[in-house]
């Protein structure tokens, strides 16, 4: 069977078949599968790395089928050597409200990088590791763009790029300037591999401080993490962007603290 992408992050697509699909952690994707052709199938995943070994597999069986299952270790065509998705094939089903421009109103590089060491090294986001790391500024209403690129080499240093707060739009794929795809995670693969760099736009319309960052959790955890942070006041209510609960009304919006032990007598609670 092929499956037919509809959704990347729960962002739905224009349909694309494939025979297989690169998932990095934190990616989600929706498929629909055209039940066709009866008998025992096997539904495996393998290594980004290595297409010929199963890792982990289901089973499909049609109704009445009574044949034995496939072989655990059994690797399908599909997977080892079938076509396998590119993030060049997606475009967005519905038309985007923020077309990609040539004029954004801020450009960063994001450059991955991991300098060796004990423990696994640290990793980097613009030869920064988290905590130590210099805010990337937006003003409310920006369209900002990421410039991803690696220098961290196979085989096993895939980057999946995850936006807290946002949907980022990938540039330079099926859906042109008109329809790029909306997605929350970005898979960079190896330097000099195909997928080594993207870029995307996205629009700064979630007033705060959010966190992006590598979700291959050892990666984050040795320090490809950093934060983007709102400045400015776009409200004019003397709160600042980055901690405004409600950063486009005037009205400024009091947040009470959901701890009782504030509020029993002789505590003060905070506004």
């Not at 004990?118 to 920064?128: K, Q, V």
Request: glycine content about 10%; aromatic content about 8%.
């Amino acid at each position: 069977h092929q499956m037919t992408v509809t959704h990347k992050d729960g962002n739905r697509m224009q349909p694309v078949a494939t025979d297989a699909i690169p998932i990095g952690v934190g990616e989600r994707y929706d498929v629909i599968v055209d039940c066709t052709n009866p008998g025992v199938w096997s539904l495996a995943v393998s290594q980004l790395q290595n297409r010929n070994a199963t890792v982990v597999r289901g089973v499909v069986r049609y109704q009445g089928e009574t044949g034995p299952d496939p072989a655990s270790t059994l690797v399908p065509t599909n997977l080892s050597s079938g076509q396998l998705m590119s993030y060049a094939q997606l475009a967005s089903y519905w038309p985007s409200a923020h077309p990609i421009t040539t004029s954004p109103d801020r450009t960063y590089p994001v450059a991955l990088a991991v300098q060796p060491g004990p423990g696994g090294g640290t990793w980097t986001i613009n030869n920064e590791a988290w905590p130590n790391v210099t805010p990337t500024d937006v003003s409310y209403g920006d369209i900002v763009q990421f410039d991803l690129t690696t220098s961290t080499p196979s085989p096993n240093h895939v980057h999946p790029m995850h936006m807290h707060g946002h949907f980022v739009q990938l540039m330079g794929t099926a859906g042109g300037t008109t329809h790029p795809p909306m997605m929350d995670t970005i898979l960079i693969m190896p330097a000099g591999t195909p997928g080594d760099t993207w870029s995307c736009q996205w629009i700064a319309d979630n007033p705060g401080t959010w966190l992006y960052h590598c979700h291959d959790m050892h990666h984050m955890m040795r320090g490809m993490m950093t934060v983007v942070s709102y400045d400015g006041d776009f409200d004019g209510d003397l709160i600042a962007d980055a901690v405004d609960k409600e950063p486009t009304l005037s009205i400024p919006v009091a947040m009470i603290s959901d701890n009782a032990d504030e509020f029993r007598i002789g505590n003060s609670g905070e506004l």
